[in-house]
C-alpha cells in the first residue's frame, strides 16, 4: 500500500524546484519529472494521481534546455528522485541521465574522455583521477612521473565512473586508482569511487554507500564493476593538490605492485575482459540538403565592435531583420526562440558558423562562412 506522506515530500521537492528559474531549464530536472512520470504511473495507485498530474503541469512549464546539470548542493529533483526510490522500492527503478557513450575495440583508453595517457607496460601501475581538479590534472601530465599510466578528471558519480570502470578493466597494467583534488560537490564522485570499490552495487546498480545524489550506474554490467573492485585497489588522497605528494604516493605503490607475479590468481586479475558496447553510428553525407522555409542568415564578424552581426533573408533575398551579439550562444538561442530557424540541420549549421565567427574575433583570424 503506497503512504500519502512520502509522496507529499516528493510534490513538496519538485514544487520548490520549479519555483527556480535555472530548474526549469535544467537536465536533470526533465528526466526526474519524466522518470517519475512512468514510475509513479506502474503503482496504479490513488495516492499518487495528484503527483502525476502535477508533473504532467510540470513538464510543460520546462523551457528549452540550456543544461544538463549545473552541480548544485542541493538538487531538488534528485532528492524527490531519492525519496520515491525509498520509499516505493518495489517499483521499477526511476532512471537517472542515459548518456552512453562509445566504446573503442581497438585503442586505449576505451572509452573516449579529457584524459592524459602515458601507458608503457607494467612499470606504470597507478591510474589518477583528479576528480573535480581539472588543473591538477594537467600539471601531473606535464610531469608525467613513469608511475603513471593516466591521468584525469571525474566529475561525476554515475557517467565518470562508469568510464573509469571500463578504462581500467580493458588495460591490466593499471592496478591502483588513486583519488587526489578537490571531490564535486553534489556528485562526490570520489566518494563514489570509493563506496563502489568497498561495497559494489545493488540490484538496481546503484552504488552501496554512496553519498552522490545519482550514483547508478546504466552503461556497465555487474561483472564490469565485479572485474574492477578486484583489479584494483582505490587510494584515497582527496583533498590533495600537491603534485609532489601525489608524485610521491605513485612511485611507493609502484613499489608495491608485482607484475610479474605468475600465481595463478594474478594471471586471472590481469586478463582484461570483454566489456559491454553501444552501437557506433558513423556519420555520412545526406543524400539531398533540405533548404528552411524559414530563410538563410549571412554572418559578419565586427572585431573592431567586438560583435556578430547576422543578416536574416528569405528565399526571395529580401532582408528580414539582422540580429546583432557579443558571442555565438546568444545568437543562436535569439534565433531559435523566435522561431527563425527550423530545420535542426539549419541549427547545426547556425550554431557552427556561429561559433567559427566568435573564434575569428577572439584570435583574429578571417573568416569565411561555409555553404549549407
Given at each position: 500500500?503506497?503512504?500519502?506522506?512520502?509522496?507529499?515530500?516528493?510534490?513538496?521537492?519538485?514544487?520548490?524546484?520549479?519555483?527556480?528559474?535555472?530548474?526549469?531549464?535544467?537536465?536533470?530536472?526533465?528526466?526526474?519529472?519524466?522518470?517519475?512520470?512512468?514510475?509513479?504511473?506502474?503503482?496504479?495507485?490513488?495516492?499518487?494521481?495528484?503527483?502525476?498530474?502535477?508533473?504532467?503541469?510540470?513538464?510543460?512549464?520546462?523551457?528549452?534546455?540550456?543544461?544538463?546539470?549545473?552541480?548544485?548542493?542541493?538538487?531538488?529533483?534528485?532528492?524527490?528522485?531519492?525519496?520515491?526510490?525509498?520509499?516505493?522500492?518495489?517499483?521499477?527503478?526511476?532512471?537517472?541521465?542515459?548518456?552512453?557513450?562509445?566504446?573503442?575495440?581497438?585503442?586505449?583508453?576505451?572509452v573516449a574522455g579529457e584524459y592524459h595517457e602515458f601507458c608503457n607496460g607494467p612499470g606504470c601501475p597507478v591510474a589518477v583521477?583528479?576528480?573535480?581538479?581539472?588543473?591538477?590534472?594537467?600539471?601531473?601530465?606535464?610531469?608525467?612521473?613513469?608511475?603513471?599510466?593516466?591521468?584525469?578528471?571525474?566529475?561525476?558519480?554515475?557517467?565518470?565512473?562508469?568510464?573509469?570502470?571500463?578504462?581500467?578493466?580493458?588495460?591490466?597494467?593499471?592496478?591502483?586508482?588513486?583519488?587526489?583534488?578537490?571531490?564535486?560537490?553534489?556528485?562526490?564522485?570520489?566518494?563514489?569511487?570509493?563506496?563502489?570499490?568497498?561495497?559494489?552495487?545493488?540490484?538496481?546498480?546503484?552504488?552501496?554507500?554512496?553519498?552522490?545524489?545519482?550514483?547508478?550506474?546504466?552503461?556497465?554490467?555487474?561483472?564490469?564493476?565485479?572485474?574492477?573492485?578486484?583489479?584494483?585497489?582505490?587510494?584515497?588522497?582527496?583533498?590533495?593538490?600537491?603534485?609532489?605528494?601525489?608524485?610521491?604516493?605513485?612511485?611507493?605503490?609502484?613499489?608495491?605492485?608485482?607484475?610479474?607475479?605468475?600465481?595463478?590468481?594474478?594471471?586471472?586479475?590481469?586478463?582484461?575482459?570483454?566489456?559491454?558496447?553501444?552501437?557506433?553510428?558513423?556519420?555520412?553525407?545526406?543524400?539531398?540538403?533540405?533548404?528552411?522555409?524559414?530563410?538563410?542568415?549571412?554572418?559578419?564578424?565586427?572585431?573592431?565592435?567586438?560583435?556578430?552581426?547576422?543578416?536574416?533573408?528569405?528565399?526571395?533575398?529580401?532582408?528580414?531583420?539582422?540580429?546583432?551579439?557579443?558571442?555565438?550562444?546568444?545568437?543562436?538561442?535569439?534565433?531559435?526562440?523566435?522561431?527563425?530557424?527550423?530545420?535542426?540541420?539549419?541549427?547545426?549549421?547556425?550554431?557552427?558558423?556561429?561559433?567559427?565567427?566568435?573564434?575569428?574575433?577572439?584570435?583574429?583570424?578571417?573568416?569565411?562562412?561555409?555553404?549549407?
Amino acid at each position: 500500500m503506497v503512504e500519502t506522506k512520502p509522496v507529499d515530500k516528493i510534490q513538496f521537492e519538485l514544487r520548490e524546484g520549479m519555483g527556480l528559474p535555472k530548474c526549469r531549464k535544467c537536465g536533470c530536472m526533465k528526466e526526474s519529472l519524466e522518470s517519475l512520470q512512468t514510475s509513479l504511473s506502474s503503482l496504479q495507485v490513488e495516492a499518487s494521481s495528484d503527483l502525476l498530474a502535477k508533473i504532467e503541469h510540470w513538464l510543460e512549464q520546462m523551457e528549452p534546455i540550456k543544461y544538463a546539470c549545473l552541480g548544485c548542493e542541493y538538487c531538488f529533483p534528485a532528492v524527490a528522485t531519492n525519496i520515491f526510490h525509498k520509499a516505493f522500492s518495489e517499483s521499477r527503478e526511476t532512471q537517472a541521465p542515459t548518456c552512453a557513450f562509445e566504446v573503442s575495440e581497438h585503442d586505449w583508453p576505451t572509452v573516449a574522455g579529457e584524459y592524459h595517457e602515458f601507458c608503457n607496460g607494467p612499470g606504470c601501475p597507478v591510474a589518477v583521477s583528479t576528480l573535480a581538479s581539472v588543473e591538477l590534472a594537467e600539471r601531473l601530465a606535464r610531469i608525467r612521473p613513469t608511475e603513471l599510466c593516466i591521468v584525469g578528471k571525474t566529475e561525476t558519480e554515475n557517467i565518470g565512473i562508469e568510464k573509469v570502470i571500463k578504462n581500467t578493466i580493458t588495460n591490466p597494467t593499471i592496478r591502483f586508482v588513486l583519488l587526489a583534488g578537490k571531490d564535486p560537490k553534489g556528485h562526490q564522485s570520489g566518494r563514489t569511487l570509493l563506496a563502489l570499490w568497498e561495497h559494489g552495487v545493488d540490484e538496481n546498480m546503484k552504488v552501496i554507500g554512496s553519498p552522490g545524489r545519482r550514483p547508478i550506474l546504466r552503461n556497465v554490467t555487474r561483472e564490469e564493476v565485479e572485474a574492477f573492485r578486484q583489479q584494483v585497489r582505490v587510494v584515497d588522497m582527496m583533498g590533495c593538490e600537491d603534485e609532489e605528494r601525489i608524485v610521491e604516493e605513485l612511485k611507493a605503490l609502484a613499489q608495491k605492485s608485482n607484475p610479474f607475479c605468475s600465481c595463478e590468481e594474478s594471471k586471472e586479475l590481469t586478463t582484461p575482459i570483454r566489456i559491454s558496447e553501444v552501437p557506433i553510428v558513423h556519420a555520412e553525407q545526406p543524400a539531398k540538403v533540405q533548404m528552411d522555409k524559414a530563410g538563410y542568415f549571412v554572418i559578419l564578424p565586427q572585431p573592431d565592435k567586438q560583435i556578430i552581426l547576422v543578416e536574416h533573408y528569405s528565399y526571395d533575398n529580401t532582408l528580414q531583420r539582422v540580429i546583432d551579439g557579443k558571442d555565438a550562444r546568444s545568437i543562436y538561442l535569439t534565433i531559435i526562440a523566435n522561431g527563425w530557424v527550423t530545420q535542426l540541420s539549419h541549427a547545426a549549421y547556425l550554431g557552427k558558423e556561429l561559433a567559427k565567427a566568435e573564434l575569428s574575433i577572439k584570435h583574429g583570424v578571417k573568416y569565411v562562412q561555409d555553404g549549407a
